[in-house]
């Protein structure tokens, strides 16, 4: 590793703890995954700074300080199995691969699945699934789940996600209107019902009903 190289990531695993990211077993995992093989081309250069950056597809490879926070507050165990709604850049699915036991993970752009799936392959990324599938009907076959996280703003907290969520299962998700000021939320579900806790103003891509057509 160059000088510089080593120096961005000190940099920017200095951003993700001045950023409130404080769970150690979280910035382990994202000290081990290299956002830099997750962005390619124009952008590549970035790929260590605290920014959302362009991937294919018109999506986005989410905020480090933002991936961090929505997986802290996941307090992901090493027993639980976790499904991400929005695989985009696989960045996300692999941070949590160090954390859970096992990972589904799904797309509506069967483009992005595809490249995420071959960089879980390089590095040896055995207890992660990816799936092209339209994310807001969870994923039927592998339900219940321990965590939820989606990764993609819907209006309210998709319906067939709370109903795969286990009885004290975890689900983090943006919610609110796809170009008004989103937040992300917390989603407990106790014995009586489900519980919601407001994080933080976030702003993501929208999730879309259906596969894209595009690819
Ligand atoms: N977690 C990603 C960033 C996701 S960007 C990362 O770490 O890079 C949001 C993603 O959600 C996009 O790739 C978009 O295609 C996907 N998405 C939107 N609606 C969806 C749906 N209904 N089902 C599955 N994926 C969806």
New binding site residues.
């Given amino acids: 590793m160059t000088d510089d190289l080593a120096e961005r990531k000190m940099q920017f695993m200095f951003a993700l703890r001045s950023k409130g990211i404080t769970d150690m077993a979280v910035l382990t995992a994202m000290e081990k995954v290299d956002r830099g093989l997750?962005v390619k081309g124009l952008f590549a250069d970035r790929a260590y700074e605290d920014t959302p950056l362009p991937?294919p597809?018109g999506?986005?490879?989410?905020q480090p300080s933002v991936?961090g926070l929505m997986t802290q507050a996941l307090n992901v165990s090493p027993r639980d199995k976790v499904l991400?709604?929005?695989?985009?850049?696989?960045?996300?699915?692999a941070i949590l691969s160090h954390l859970a036991r096992r990972v589904y993970t799904?797309?509506?752009?069967r483009r992005?699945v595809t490249e995420a799936k071959q960089i879980f392959q390089d590095l040896d990324l055995a207890n992660v699934t990816a799936f092209s599938?339209?994310?807001?009907f969870g994923l039927p076959d592998q339900a219940p789940f321990d965590r939820i996280i989606v990764?993609?703003a819907a209006e309210d907290p998709p319906g067939p996600l709370l109903a795969q969520l286990k009885l004290g299962g975890i689900m983090v998700v943006p919610v609110g209107q796809s170009d008004a000021v989103q937040s992300m939320i917390k989603v407990v579900r106790g014995e009586d019902g489900f519980d919601y806790e407001e994080i933080r103003p976030v702003r993501?891509?929208?999730?879309?009903?259906g596969m894209?057509r595009d690819n």
């Fill in positions: 997750f991937i597809c999506q986005t490879i989410s991936v991400e709604v929005g695989t985009g850049s696989g960045y996300q699915a799904v797309d509506r752009h992005l599938a339209d994310g807001s990764t993609a993501f891509v929208p999730l879309v009903e894209a």
